[in-house]
């Protein structure tokens, strides 16, 4: 096979820059290993495990930056556009993987490359430019210290190609901020796991790409037909139309009808005011246009502009969406949307996941609430809940690291170190990541998720319980062609609701792997699982059956636990956090929903027993690993 | 009657209003005739209180029930 030998939909070819010495190289895969690994989290993750020693400092040199596409990205289809950014987290100590949308995975497949590998550390900030099979170490110096859109808009100028996709870091990243992420076209994000430090740590501050060179798909007439029909169909499925209007903004009037929206961090369900977050009048007062991603017509992106008072919002950053609007809004107990859009603007301008963001603001003031904190610990701030003008300034100072910002860019675990006191007890972690703002009493699947998760506690993990509560659904006949059979309520937890996790967890796996959208496909998105199918056969000639791409997934998840387990991790790391265990306090589920530990262990022990792993220890048994073609990582 | 309040994301069903009301009878055959499908449902209050999946396929609805529906949201 030559270098320039490609496959339907990716070219078996990846990328390496080693920043240390300055050299790049070319490498290809083996023949079989898309097919295996299906690219993304797994394709990095491969590199990790036999590249990385153990028990390496996340923001040492010897930590890799692998930037993996699947193996559809950048196909000209719906909700394909994906890739994955992996190494090990300076956040949790175990594996860092987010996947991204936009547009700059697929250009990367544009310069002939399935995925990038930047090794060691520059001795000044630099940046990469690659194009064509090749690629540029630039000087980054004149955009060290610069947030997003101008360090981007002068390295488009710089390179004299106004359409480079250029994937970046701010101040943040820069700062070593250890939730600080990574943004591709200013709206589009790697955003957990402190993805952004480890670039940051590198010296690195983009890697922006430009490629014409033209991929290869198997059967283009039929990968045509799809999207042509997918485009003109998705809106008649009540999801796909939901997707559109409202992107997840639709998630704080649902979340807060439910007493479910984290307000406070978690202290309440139910933020006053908090009808000023709703969708509706998201879409009155701040919408102007939708964003979507390469080559998908759901435009789930949202895109404000706001001019009040003091207040401007740059467009170009685009909008918050549903995790934002709680995470700095109703969780830091701000009502006001056009403060919440500022607090997104300046997320994404500085480089920062809103999450754990949101969360370590959330938690100081709760401590400085509890006089665990006080004006001497917080340079004289008063810290309080609803207090836009304070929001505000803190995301500036935990970008720079500035004063009690050094502290807030730890996160919440390692911040309840530093504070002591028994602060621990506020913080909701997973794995030393902060939770997503989805109440799990209300859903207990994506409990299981944000428990057994290999990035800490996440969201994305599996479709949630509530696409998967009645049987004669759209939703649950596509999940039927998956293997699930029975229904299972959102709040119950059992055996049936363990068995359904292991399934849709692989099928999300496999499509987060593959480049696939959370967002596109059944049973959350609007495309039937065989017209998945048939695309994936299109784009890439394999003639493919879902029970492969299951153990896709399976493998997936396989290599990640392998992983986290060699950094030190254990069966004790998948904890349920208290605040789980407490009765749901505001709504109409007051007084009930607390998780009961015990019972809840139980179901986690029986994901363990269908996920082919031991129920002691929480490992893969070596018969399933060896099942799934791991040997070499036992 | 029965009132029953859609919820912003489900008042495609109803002309875009926020109330509706329709006669009393069961839960399934009411959503039926809004054209709301299960697919759509998050959250069902019945006079303020929840009602789960299974429980609505039995529900009956007297007059004077007020149903709160909102949508269903899953993630992201």
């Known amino acids: 096979m030559t270098a320039e030998t490609a496959y339907g939909g990716y070219w078996n070819r990846i990328l390496r820059v080693n920043l240390t010495d300055g050299s790049h190289r070319i490498e290809e895969l083996d023949d079989g290993f898309m097919r295996t690994y299906l690219g993304g989290r797994s394709l990095g993750l491969f590199f990790l495990l036999k590249e990385t020693a153990p028990n390496i400092d996340p923001l040492s040199p010897e930590n890799l930056l692998i930037l993996a596409n699947g193996a559809l990205t950048g196909a000209p289809g719906p909700a394909i556009p994906r890739f994955t950014a992996v190494a090990k987290s300076p956040l949790t100590g175990g594996l860092a993987a987010s996947e991204a949308g936009g547009f700059w995975g697929p250009e990367l497949k544009f310069a002939g490359f399935d995925a990038l590998i930047v090794e060691g550390r520059s001795e000044s900030p630099v940046y990469l430019w690659v194009t064509n099979d090749t690629v540029e170490i630039r000087s980054a110096d004149s955009i060290w210290g610069m947030g997003a859109k101008p360090a981007q808009e002068s390295i488009r100028e710089e390179v004299g190609e106004k359409r480079a996709r250029v994937l970046i870091i701010g101040q943040a990243g820069e700062n070593l901020v250890r939730y600080a992420n990574l943004g591709n076209d200013l709206g589009h994000f790697n955003g957990r796991n402190g993805l952004g430090a480890v670039m940051g740590s590198k010296n690195l501050k983009a890697v922006a790409v430009k490629g014409s060179k033209k991929l290869p798909i198997v059967d283009p007439d039929t990968l045509k037909s799809i999207s042509k029909e997918f485009a003109k169909t998705f809106k008649d499925n009540p999801i796909g139309n939901s997707l559109f209007e409202y992107g997840t903004t639709i998630g704080v009037n649902a979340m807060m009808a439910g007493g479910a929206l984290p307000t406070n961090n978690w202290d309440k369900g139910i933020l006053e005011g908090g009808e000023n977050l709703f969708c509706n009048k998201y879409n009155e007062e701040i919408l102007i246009d939708r964003k979507g991603c390469f080559a998908c017509p759901i435009r789930c992106k949202r895109v404000v502009a706001v001019t009040k008072g003091d207040i401007t919002v740059d467009p170009d950053y685009g909008g918050p969406e549903y995790e934002t609007l709680a995470a700095l809004g109703s969780n830091v107990g701000v009502n006001d949307l056009v403060t919440v859009a500022k607090a997104n603007e300046l997320a994404n301008h500085y480089g920062m996941d809103s999450i754990s963001l949101g969360m370590a603001i959330s938690f100081a003031v709760k401590c400085f609430e509890e006089e665990l904190l006080t004006v001497l610990d917080t340079g004289g701030m008063e810290l309080s809940f609803g207090n836009g003008e304070m929001l505000l300034k803190l995301i500036e100072m935990t970008a720079h690291r500035k004063d009690f910002g050094d502290v807030l860019a730890e996160g919440q675990a390692l911040m309840a170190k530093k504070i002591g006191k028994g602060s621990e007890k506020y913080t909701i972690v997973v794995k030393g990541q902060e939770v997503p703002m989805h109440d799990i009493r209300t859903k207990t699947g994506v409990g299981l998720g944000y428990v057994v998760s290999d990035i800490g506690a996440d969201h994305l993990v599996a479709p949630h319980d509530s696409f998967f509560t009645t049987e004669d659904t759209w939703s649950f006949g596509e999940a039927r062609k998956l293997g699930l059979t029975t229904a299972v309520d959102a709040f119950e937890l059992t055996e049936q609701k363990a068995k359904n996790f292991v399934i849709i967890s692989r099928y999300a796996r496999m499509l987060d792997i593959i480049g696939g959208c959370f967002f596109g496909f059944a049973p959350r998105g609007p495309m039937p699982v065989d017209t998945m199918l048939a695309m994936i056969r299109a784009i890439t000639g394999w003639d493919v059956t879902i029970d492969e791409l299951l153990q896709a997934g399976d493998r997936g998840i396989v290599l990640s636990r392998i992983y986290n387990f060699r950094e030190g991790f254990s069966k004790d790391d998948d904890q349920l956090p208290d605040k789980y265990t407490e009765n749901m306090v505001e709504g109409p589920f007051e007084g009930t929903l607390a998780i009961n530990r015990e019972e809840f262990y139980r179901y986690r022990d029986h994901y363990y027993r269908l996920m082919g792993w031991n129920t002691e220890n929480a490992y893969p048994t070596s018969q399933h690993i060896r099942e799934l073609g791991l040997e070499e990582f036992l | ?76």
Request: charge should be negative.
């Open chain 2, 1 to 76: 009657m029965v009132t029953i309040r859609l919820a912003v994301g489900l008042r495609h069903h109803s002309d875009g209003k926020e109330e509706v009301w329709v006669e009393a009878g069961g839960f399934d055959a009411v959503v039926k005739k809004l054209r709301i499908a299960h697919d759509e449902m998050g959250m069902v209050l019945v006079n303020d209180r929840p009602v789960d999946s299974r429980e609505r396929r039995e529900l009956i609805l007297n007059d004077d029930d007020v149903v709160d529906i909102y949508p269903i949201f899953g993630g992201g």
